[in-house]
Each structure stands twice: as structure tokens, then as C-alpha cells.
């Protein structure tokens, strides 16, 4: 059975805090074309070169949900040890890299196609959109250049390299992950003090003004229904 309990008021809005904070948000993959379980990809040398005349090569993808950016991984290996590569999302612009998002540099990669998936992680301030068409690019100045490994999915999609563009193409191996903010809880409207629904087994009530009850505020917790119990009225307060 639930219960409502009159709680001192930091109390209440600890209780509340930390609910609403273990709900807002959600890791998610945006993008991928990484085989499944493990992450894989195709690790024989085949795959598209990048470097010189095949700056940039980029791969287009499309947002499957709204959300903040967190991580990108692709696999691509360089072809020299010492070596610097650059990383961005950009915007499909009909076909075309768009509107730069960002930009990230990766230096030393590995040589070895059977072990070159790069991470870029703590990425944060980009949020990619549900339907939008996005590029990932790749591009170096390091003498050879690199490969980035095909996906072993059968991916195809949107493909630049260099001067050379297709609508269709076998496309590098990477994803795109990030946070997907879960509903915001919003005060009910109806008799009685606002209340916060989070929904699902765990909902809180907490009153925002009830002066009658002094210093505390009144919280409803219920954890064995989905919806919150009824609001209780002031006499409670004691």
C-alpha cells in the first residue's frame, strides 16, 4: 500500500531531486552501423582511403531520435605511426558537407585494421535531431593517409570522398550515441497544491506553497501503482 507522510521541507526536496535526477536522461544510440554483439566491423584491409585527393571522407547518417551528443567510435586505421587525423560532424547539405557542429582531433591512431576503433567521448553542447541528416567526416595531412574499415552490416548511404560523392555507397564503420533526455516532470493542474508525476512505479507529490502547514510541504510517495495518490487535504499537517 502507499502512503503520504508530512516531511520536513529540505527533506521533501531532496527526495524530489533525486528522484527527478535518476530520470532525465537515458543513454542512446543515435547512429550505428557496427555489428552486434561486440561492436564489430569488417578488419580485412578493405575499406575507403582518406589523405590528400581523398580529403574529406565523410559518411551520412540519419538522427533516429533527438539527443544530446556523448560519444562517437569509428573504426579507421593510419597508414604511417606517427599520425593526426580530424574528425567533424557537419550537416548533409543535399549531398554536400553542411554546417560544421564540430570538431575533434585524433592523433597517433593504430595501424592495425583488426584493432582501430577510435572513441571520442565527453562530448557535450551538441544535440542532434530525430530526422536530420548528418555527415561524419574524416580527413589528415599525414603522409599515406588512412582507411576507414566498412561496416559488416551492409550498411550504404550518403559517401563523400574527395571530389567523388554518391547518394548510395558502402558506408565506414562507426556509431553515434548520446543522452536522451527523459520527460520533465510539470506541475498537474487541479484542486490542491501542484504535484510532480514521474510516472512509471515511482510518482512524488510535492506541495509548492501550504502555509497552513508552516515550514513543511506535504509529499505523496508511492511505489506499488503507477499514478500518484490523491492529494490529502491541510488537516494532515500535524
Known amino acids: 500500500m502507499g ?4 516531511i520536513n521541507k529540505w527533506t521533501a526536496l ?25 561492436n564489430t566491423y569488417n578488419t580485412s584491409f578493405s575499406g575507403s582511403s582518406v589523405g590528400g585527393q581523398f ?34 560532424l557537419n550537416l548533409n547539405n543535399s549531398g554536400s558537407l553542411g554546417t560544421q557542429l564540430g570538431s ?16 571520442i567521448a565527453g562530448i557535450t553542447g551538441l544535440t542532434l535531431t530525430s530526422g536530420t ?12 593517409g588512412g582507411v576507414w574499415n566498412n561496416n559488416n ?7 563523400i570522398q574527395g571530389s567523388f560523392s554518391s547518394s548510395r555507397a558502402t558506408l565506414g564503420a562507426f556509431d553515434i550515441i548520446g543522452d536522451a533526455p527523459s520527460a520533465v516532470p510539470v506541475p498537474v493542474a ?14 512524488a507529490r510535492l506541495v509548492a506553497a501550504a ?22 487535504p491541510p488537516s494532515q499537517c500535524r
Not at 585524433?106 to 584493432?115: E, H, R
Not at 541528416?133 to 599515406?144: D, E, H, M, P, Q
Open 55 to 88: 580529403n574529406p571522407l565523410a559518411m551520412g547518417f540519419t538522427a533516429s531520435e533527438t539527443a544530446n551528443l556523448t560519444q562517437i567510435d569509428l573504426a579507421f586505421r593510419a597508414v604511417a605511426a606517427v599520425n593526426v587525423f580530424t574528425v567533424t
Open 211 to 232: 502555509p497552513e502547514c508552516g515550514d513543511r510541504l506535504i509529499v505523496s510517495v508511492r511505489c506499488d501503482v503507477p499514478s500518484p495518490k490523491p492529494y490529502r
Open 153 to 159: 552490416t551492409g550498411a550504404t548511404g550518403p559517401f
Open 3 to 6: 502512503r503520504t507522510q508530512v
Open 190 to 203: 487541479g484542486a490542491g497544491p501542484s504535484r510532480l508525476d514521474l510516472g512509471g512505479w515511482w510518482s
Open 14 to 38: 531532496a527526495l524530489v531531486s533525486a528522484l527527478l535526477g535518476s530520470a532525465q536522461a537515458r543513454a542512446d544510440t543515435i547512429y550505428s552501423n557496427l555489428g552486434q554483439p561486440g
Open 133 to 144: 541528416n548528418y555527415f561524419l567526416s574524416l580527413s589528415t595531412s599525414t603522409a599515406g
Open 104 to 119: 575533434w582531433t585524433l592523433q597517433n591512431v593504430s595501424t592495425n585494421p583488426a584493432n582501430d576503433l577510435n572513441t
